[in-house]
């Protein structure tokens, strides 16, 4: 059985360490360690996983994970990451997005006494940052640190080489702001590990230098590399919408997510098998080995994906949304439940026609219409050849029509060409 810090080096969670001595000890447990995370929308996205399940992997070693709300760095924004400034949150909107956030952070974490002195801690950075005097802040954070020093973090350089962007004092100001969240978390809660993305170096040692100048005492920060998809775009954007795959179900159904992750490209998957699951390492190894081996199985995908979803909705998700998955291809499409069947489908073409237009319907006729084919010729030799499928069943006959019995819910048919080529037609 490896150390915590021999799994954490597996899966290349270890990016940058300020001092390796904390390996150690978060093998022997009992470190307190801490994730901050500025609710910026009412969900977490996936691209927060990593950092959740690594709270998670100290945890179950024996270490006390320490969540930080934003509720003050939210209102200013980190600048990490970002080309451009962002948009400042109302205070409704941060009551929200944050309210949001706390319920989530509960199902990735054991925050109960039963987890004893490894117990989960959720605490809000506005209950210091709004209650601390601007002149105090000067003093006490402000004073530690020069222009020069701050300039040079990549985050802020990054920034001032684009003279038609710049950043603004209350952006700069931002990594000052963190680095009193880690002095207060060490004095008040004996945090003395910082986590984060590999985008949060800069910021992160700003801390352990502050705690240091201050208190005197060492404290450590670790952070991962950022994850990201074969064409560099972050992990958690939707290559079709250039929107964030959420957590939360009512954004990002687990069937999407499933979805998400099912159609991770061959050159990423081993990384994220590593990184965002909880798999042995042989299981991981015989998964990597099989995507040169057997690349159209696509088993490493389908095992990431539905870790993936296990761990973020539950097991009885993951498997609603594997077998939903493989109800694309089977008759078992007509058992799903509309909402399932509304996400499976989603994806494909659609045409709308009226329900009379529908039923009764040669089948040849409506794959003409649907485009599915260019001309009726071509839909009769599609359909001697077996080529053609109404909700996954096989049209036999050249005849064939839409009876009522085949609309879905009273209202979907799903029209198919050959395995990749889906229609769905809906009666309104």
């Not at 390796?20 to 969900?43: K, M």
């Not at 964030?244 to 997510?257: A, E, I, K, M, Q």
């Not at 994220?272 to 699951?277: A, F, I, K, P, Q």
């Amino acid at each position: 059985m490896p150390t915590l810090s021999e799994d954490l080096r597996f899966r290349g969670v270890v990016h940058q360490v300020t001092d390796e001595a904390i390996l150690d000890r978060l093998d022997a447990g009992g470190v307190s360690a801490y994730i901050g995370f500025d609710p910026t929308a009412r969900s977490l996205h996936v691209g927060s996983l990593l950092q959740l399940i690594t709270l998670r992997r100290l945890q179950l070693a024996g270490n006390r994970p320490i969540v930080v709300a934003g509720g003050g760095t939210g209102t200013i924004g980190d600048p990490g990451g970002r080309t451009d400034e962002r948009q400042l949150l109302s205070e409704a909107e941060l009551a929200t997005n944050i309210a949001g956030v706390r319920e989530q952070l509960t199902q990735f974490l054991d925050f109960s006494d039963a987890a004893g002195p490894s117990t989960a801690l959720l605490v809000d950075n506005a209950s210091w940052l709004r209650s601390i005097q601007l002149i105090d802040f000067l003093r006490e954070v402000g004073k530690h640190f020069t222009v020069n020093q701050m300039i040079a973090k990549e985050s802020v350089r990054s920034r001032l080489e684009r003279p038609d962007v710049g950043i603004s004092f209350t952006e700069f100001s931002y990594m000052l702001l963190q680095a009193y969240d880690f002095l207060r978390l060490h004095v008040d809660h004996g945090c003395d590990l910082q986590l984060g993305g590999s985008d949060q170096w800069g910021n992160i040692t700003l801390g352990v230098e502050l705690i240091k100048k201050v208190t005197g005492d060492q404290a450590f920060g670790l952070t991962s590399p950022l994850l990201t998809k074969a064409d560099g775009t972050k992990l958690g954007k939707s290559t079709l919408t250039n929107e964030h795959v959420w957590l939360d179900r009512r954004l990002t159904s687990p069937f999407r997510l499933y979805q998400y992750f099912l159609n991770v490209e061959d050159e990423t998957v081993g990384t994220m098998l590593r990184l965002l699951t909880f798999l042995s390492h042989d299981a991981i190894l015989d998964l990597e080995r099989s995507v040169d081996a057997a690349p159209a199985a696509r088993a490493a995908q389908r095992a990431l994906a539905y870790e993936v979803v296990a761990f973020i909705h539950g097991t009885v998700d993951a498997e609603q949304a594997v077998r939903a998955s493989e109800a694309l291809f089977d008759e078992t499409i007509a058992d799903l439940d509309e909402d399932t069947l509304v996400a499976v489908t989603s994806d494909a073409p659609s045409t709308q026609v009226t329900r009379d237009e529908l039923v009764g319907a040669q089948v040849s006729e409506l794959v003409v219409s649907t485009g599915l084919v260019k001309s009726q010729s071509e839909a009769r030799r599609a359909i001697e050849q077996g080529g053609i499928y109404v909700n996954n069943k096989r049209v036999d006959e050249l005849g064939s029509t839409i009876s009522p019995a085949d609309l879905l819910h009273g209202r979907i048919v799903l029209l198919r060409r050959g395995k990749k080529h889906p229609h769905v037609v809906i009666a309104r």
